[in-house]
């Protein structure tokens, strides 16, 4: 092995520390120490000068660890870290470390004290630096194509912009045409403009100029080169890890051959047999051969395979000028290789039956907002007119009720949030072709939220509908008259109404897709408490799944208009993009490592691990050890904390780096008070102890820090360890206690501090010794309020005795 | 006239702490309840969204000066389909303990309570009903021991309530 030389740079940040901190003192500490071959102090060492001083240092004095003190931690030690790469050593060699705020600011008012606890930090880094393993650079191949899963408004879109930038892309949806749910929706807000343009792409890509409004009916998207359309295609298995997917599609049989069918309608024609058409809401019916709307993708006819006769019948077969129809077509399973995945499912209408009072489904004149959008629809069942389907007589009057299943503790908790805007569309188009007709709208709020929104509510005001501020509680019908009676309370007058009505619509709540759960299954990605799928996070990760190379757009995430789901298929598209671009993933190996020696056949760490980085692999009949994916793995460390055999290890973080930390940091002490080992996580809670130093919020020198990973990381005996090297008392420093950013890590330190606790009993010391803090980024304060309120309870605590051996 | 007075919050604190008022916070007043009730419906004096307008404000004075809390008939319509899952009822049980406990209670209920406890019926049996009895031919009435009613009515505190008000009256 070669001889260590361990360089240590010191920034006294324009010489604000020298007040605080004796330099000559730390230095000539420093110089004592074996293996320490460079000491230098400077004003800066991230950039300029200093930067160039560490480049000499690795270069001519052969330096090969590096230990820097300087603030502004993250950014200065992505620099250093650069820097020191490009001059030839190992990332993991450098260790940034940040005095000003872990010591000097927080202990400005006792600077012997404070020079002291630099000296044990400056140990501590290099017991550290003298067993640190380098780290690899890692690759992994990217595929430049994406699955794009669902055809409705947002994956046309995603693949749209994908295809263009030249990835490879399969789109794939479950119903025989394109389209989703939005297209049955008629008209959009806040444009006006039709739904149904998304749904028939034609193949004319160059009349599109960029002036031209973003219509789908003529982007030609069918005929951009590079995207393949499966229609009547499920999901069914995805293999492969992240840029470099291997998934098996299932394709439905169509009954209709798509290159020879030429959509002339001869079959539907002839077809004998007429089922309710439920693309139209049941309001008309549609043969067993059918297409849902003129224009359509893919330009071919379908057959319904529960009601068609098949070899009984054959009028199709015999009509059909092109031999197109083969009834013997069976389901299809292919396989594909992506690189990405784009999840698109959408939602769908909630079933509002379930609700006894609102009578769906008994009456048939309650029918939902998007059986109305398919009356209203020029393309739809009645031609626009609007009727009462009990009888198919005009409907005069007209009740919307608002919130049907959602704001509901009983169906769904959520307001859906275009359902709003979804009755106001709908009464304005109504008012406006047909002003004669009474519209009533019965609201518990009504939500216009989005640009241009507020202007629907106001003109619908305009036009005379009607809004009565209340819910309704029981919708009856009289079935001499034929009329539905609404019971419900204008609380704004407090009077009860009871009114009467051609037509009430239902404004149901929104609801996941069906499989949403299969597919989550499929694709190891986690869905939320509503059943949508569960964005990683939706501030800072917006469209992304904790699977990376996974994304989300549209109302496969929540409820959304059309605006919106285009916009996050663009974000998703773009992901995906900065994903693959390069065609290769580049991650370095920080990542945990299994001792195969000591693991076997118990199932702990898949299960805890939070990126499914984990799985167990047979090593002979009986048994199986846990092998980790250095792709999947984010080096959080949970699977050590979780191990009950100890047989797992960070390579970036070792067990004996934390161990070797805690002896040198707790070796060297200088002050009176009982010393507190802090173990911090390099999320929320080291953040919070970077901020305590950036506010200047005072805390006495006796508290010592340790950032590690997370702290799920931690185990029992790393606490024990503390305690046996002269801690009085230990602090668990991580984020808030549902905002870990691994997870699950901090609930489970939780658990083990107090197992930690009882433990403690055991052997006769006070379990206040060991506790837990949670704190974000901003709650510096907080970190220093606890640390000294962690030290007076330790110092009325007395002194540690043991009672037995530990 | 406009009124300038501050809200009391802490009234509804105090009957979500209560048993059977906890979720009275969660009512965002619409008006589902009142549109079921049957009672509302034929008096003006009752309106549940209101009573919960009032609680939730913190009128305190107002929900137990009126006898509204009183008239709920405990059909149960409402806590049936309100949205939110509040337990009007319930909550209503809550209501009426404070104000039983702060001596607002109704003369004709202090006469059910009274009749409960010294004859174990809440309705007085009377000529008339004994008369009517033997005309169809049922066995007279008998009396019942109220020892072991008692010890139940003093165990939940019943009593106290009821003595509360004599003193007060």
């Known amino acids: 092995m070669e001889n260590l030389k361990i360089g240590v740079f010191l920034s006294d940040c324009g010489k604000v520390l020298t007040k605080i901190l004796d330099f000559d003192n730390i230095i000539s500490f420093l110089k004592e120490i074996p293996d320490v071959t460079v000491v230098e102090r400077g004003t800066e060492f991230w950039k300029g000068s200093g930067l160039q001083t560490i480049v000499k240092t690795i270069k001519e004095q052969k330096a090969n660890r590096i230990i820097v003190a300087e603030s502004l931690p993250k950014l200065s030690e992505i620099k250093i870290v650069e820097a020191a790469e490009a001059a030839g050593l190992n990332q993991n060699f450098v260790q940034v470390i940040d005095l000003k705020n872990h010591c000097a600011w927080p202990h400005r008012n006792v600077p012997k004290e404070a020079t002291e606890k630099a000296k044990a930090m400056l140990l501590a880094s290099v017991e550290r630096a003298k067993i640190l393993e380098p780290i690899h650079k890692l690759e992994f191949p990217a595929l430049k194509s994406v699955l794009v899963i669902g055809g409705g408004i947002s994956g046309i879109q995603a693949a749209e912009d994908l295809a263009d930038l030249g990835f490879e892309v399969h789109l794939i949806e479950k119903a025989p045409f394109l389209g989703g749910i939005a297209a049955r929706a008629g008209r959009f807000f806040p444009t006006d403009d039709c739904a149904a343009c998304i749904q028939s792409p034609t193949s004319d890509v160059k009349t599109i100029t960029h002036t031209s409004r973003k219509c789908i009916y003529r982007s030609g998207i069918a005929a951009i080169s590079g995207l393949k359309i499966h229609t009547n295609s499920q999901v069914i298995k995805v293999e492969g890890q992240p840029g470099n997917y291997r998934i098996t599609l299932e394709k439905k049989p169509r009954y209709v051959n798509e290159t020879k069918c030429i959509s002339c309608n001869l079959c539907s024609e002839v077809c004998p047999i007429e089922v309710p058409d439920e693309y139209n809401a049941n309001l008309m019916n549609r043969k067993a051969i059918y297409a849902i709307v003129p224009n359509i993708y893919p330009p071919t006819y379908v057959i319904d395979e529960q009601s068609c006769k098949f070899h009984e019948c054959e009028k199709c077969v015999q009509v059909c000028p092109t031999k197109a129809v083969e009834l013997d077509q069976k389901p299809e399973i292919s396989t594909i290789n992506v690189g990405a995945i784009i999840v698109a499912t959408g939602f769908k209408e909630y079933d509002p039956s379930v609700i006894k009072e609102y009578h769906y489904g008994e009456y048939h004149d309650v029918i939902t907002n998007l059986e109305l959008a398919r009356m209203l629809d020029a393309f739809g069942p009645t031609g626009g007119r609007i009727i009462r389907p009990s009888d198919g007589k005009p409907a005069r009057r007209i009740v919307f009720v608002q919130c049907v299943g959602s704001r509901d503790k009983r169906w769904n908790d959520y307001c859906s949030s275009i359902c709003c805007m979804i009755s106001l569309k709908h009464a304005i188009m109504i008012k406006t072709v047909f002003p004669e007709i009474d519209v009533s709208i019965c609201y518990i709020d009504i939500r216009t939220t989005g640009r241009e929104h507020e202007e629907y509510y106001e003109k619908a005001r305009e036009l005379g509908v009607k809004f009565i501020k209340g819910r309704p509680t029981e919708i009856s019908h009289d079935p001499e008259s034929n009329v539905l009676i609404v019971d419900v309370e204008d609380s704004l007058l407090r009077r009860f109404l009871e009114l009467e009505t051609d037509l009430v619509i239902l404004a149901t709540a929104m609801v996941p897709s069906e499989d949403t759960q299969t597919l989550a299954e499929i694709l190891k990605i986690d869905i939320d408490k509503d059943g949508f799928f569960k964005e990683y996070n939706a501030k800072l990760r917006p469209t992304e799944t904790k699977m990376r190379g996974i994304f989300l757009c549209g109302g496969a995430t929540f409820p959304k208009d059309a605006p919106s789901s285009s916009l996050q298929a663009h974000s998703a598209a773009l992901k995906a993009v900065k994903f693959l671009n390069t065609g290769k993933i580049v991650k370095d190996q920080r990542t945990a490592v299994v001792n195969e020696e000591y693991c076997g056949d118990c199932e702990f760490c898949p299960v805890s691990c939070p990126y499914n980085a984990i799985e167990l692999v047979k090593i002979d009949e009986k048994h199986v050890v846990a092998k980790v994916s250095d792709l999947l793995c984010e080096g959080c460390g949970i699977c050590i904390g979780t191990c009950p055999l100890n047989a797992i290890d960070l390579r970036h973080f070792k067990q004996s780096e934390l161990l070797s930390q805690t002896k040198a940091i707790l070796s060297i002490n200088g002050q009176d008070k009982p010393l507190i080992l802090a173990f911090c996580c390099s999320e929320c809670g080291g953040a919070s102890v970077d901020s305590a130093g950036m506010t200047m919020s005072n805390y006495p020198t006796n508290v010592r820090i340790v950032k590690v990973p997370c702290t799920g990381y931690l185990r029992i005996e790393h606490f024990l360890t503390a305690i046996k090297n002269g801690a009085q008392g230990v602090m668990v420093v991580g984020c808030m206690s549902d905002g870990c950013h691994h997870e699950e890590g901090i609930k489970m330190v939780e658990k083990r501090i107090d197992a930690a606790k009882t433990l403690l009993k055991e052997y006769g010391i006070e379990p206040e010794r060991v506790e837990l803090f949670n704190t974000i980024f901003v709650e510096g304060d907080k970190f220093a309020e606890a640390a000294c309120a962690m030290t007076g309870r330790l110092e009325k605590l007395g002194p540690l005795r043991f009672s037995k051996e530990v | ?169």
């Not at chain 2, 809390?69 to 059909?75: H, M, Y």
């Not at chain 2, 009007?88 to 406890?117: Q, T, W």
């Open chain 2, 1 to 169: 006239m406009t009124e300038t007075k501050e809200f009391n919050v802490p009234f509804s604190k105090e009957v979500a702490s209560r048993y059977g008022g906890e979720t009275v916070m969660l009512c965002y007043q619409c008006g589902t309840c009142a549109s079921s009730c049957p009672v509302a419906k034929t008096t003006e004096k009752f309106n549940p969204r209101e009573i919960f307008r009032l609680v939730l404000l913190g009128e305190r004075q107002e929900v137990f000066q009126s006898n509204a809390i009183w008239l709920c008939s405990s059909c149960y319509n409402c806590q049936e389909r309100c949205p939110q899952m509040v337990e009007l009822v319930d909550v209503f049980f809550a209501l009426r303990n404070i104000a039983a406990k702060e001596g607002h209670l109704p003369k004709i209920y202090s006469e059910f309570a009274f009749a409960l406890m010294n004859d174990g019926r809440i309705v007085p049996v009377s000529k008339f009903i004994e008369r009517k009895r033997e005309q169809i031919g049922l066995p007279p009435l008998k009396t019942i021991g109220t020892e072991a009613l008692r010890k139940i009515l003093a165990v939940t505190g019943f009593d106290k309530l009821l003595l509360k008000k004599e003193v007060e009256s």
